[in-house]
């Protein structure tokens, strides 16, 4: 299991690849329009996160509601995702 260090570091490194935006406040809303991330970028975001984490990262929409997207949140997400 990857630590949440690793896994904070994963996601932003994921949401800079795919949509070139760095230093998000880790408690920043992803969806919201303030940082006009599209939609389609979280299909490549995740698809990145479950490579690299080896997580089926999409699980963690069985549990939350669109409050876990944010950074802080997601990590927390992930760290009780089963692999």
């Known amino acids: 299991m990857a630590s949440k260090e690793i896994i904070e570091r994963a996601i932003c ?3 800079r690849d795919v949509t070139g ?4 406040e880790k408690d920043e809303s992803l969806i ?3 940082l006009s991330i599209e939609p389609v970028d979280f ?4 698809d990145i996160l479950e ?5 089926p990262v999409c699980d963690i929409f069985k ?4 409050e876990v997207m944010t950074i802080n ?6 760290i009780n995702v089963k692999s």
């Not at 549990?63 to 669109?66: E, K, L, Y």
């Open 43 to 46: 299909l490549y975001i995740f």
């Open 73 to 78: 949140n997601l990590t927390d997400a992930l």
């Open 63 to 66: 549990n939350h509601t669109f």
């Open 21 to 24: 935006l760095v230093d998000i």
């Open 13 to 15: 490194d994921a949401v």
């Open 32 to 34: 919201d329009g303030g």
């Open 51 to 55: 490579k690299k984490l080896q997580l």
